[in-house]
């Protein structure tokens, strides 16, 4: 009985990112647009996207200048990213750099920093100095709460599965 739990909120993962992938590539599109698209209910992409809308990740727009004249009826609504939904950490450990940036959920560049390293650094000590970055960052009234992941960059080796064989400059 839990496998069907498990199973809908995987699909309900997946299809949030589907709809966020095609947003970014499409820009802004209607939900009929988005359920032709991704071979989707609209029922289950009205469901989607009032729920990403809530938790601040979408947000409806006018498809028609208000300004235009238009038929009258219903005034066509799109959907689109709101790039202030969510925010990302890229750091990056150089051989004499530290590089942090702050994307939004539009991958826009909002805030970098750049510290030149006069020696390479510990793992412990460029490990601290990204999570103090991050607290940095995150103590920012417009982020707080809002950045949901962190990706570390550092040049060596690794195998395919992601094991660590050498980072030379740590």
């Not at 966020?20 to 609209?42: D, F, H, P, V």
């Not at 942090?100 to 650094?121: F, H």
């Not at 412990?124 to 995150?138: C, G, Q, T």
């Amino acid at each position: 009985r839990e496998k069907p739990v498990a199973d809908q909120t995987l699909a309900k993962f997946v299809n949030e990112r589907s709809i966020l992938t095609l947003l970014r590539a499409k820009g802004k599109a209607s939900r009929a647009e988005i359920s032709r698209s991704l071979g989707l209910t609209q029922a289950t992409i009205s469901r989607l996207t009032s729920a990403m809308i809530m938790r601040g990740l979408l947000r409806e727009v006018a498809t028609v200048p208000p300004e235009m004249e238009r038929d009258p009826g219903r005034p066509g609504i799109a959907i689109e990213i709101n790039p202030e939904g969510a925010y990302f950490i890229g750091a990056e450990v150089g051989v004499s750099v530290l590089r942090v940036v702050l994307l939004d959920l539009c991958a826009n560049v909002v805030e970098s920093i750049e510290n030149r390293l006069t020696r390479k650094p510990s793992p412990k000590e460029a490990a601290d100095a990204i999570a103090k970055e991050i607290k940095r960052l995150s103590r920012k009234s417009a982020y707080s709460g809002r950045i949901t992941g962190v990706g570390v960059t550092v040049p060596g080796l690794v195998t395919n599965d992601g094991f660590v064989v050498n980072l030379p400059i740590l």
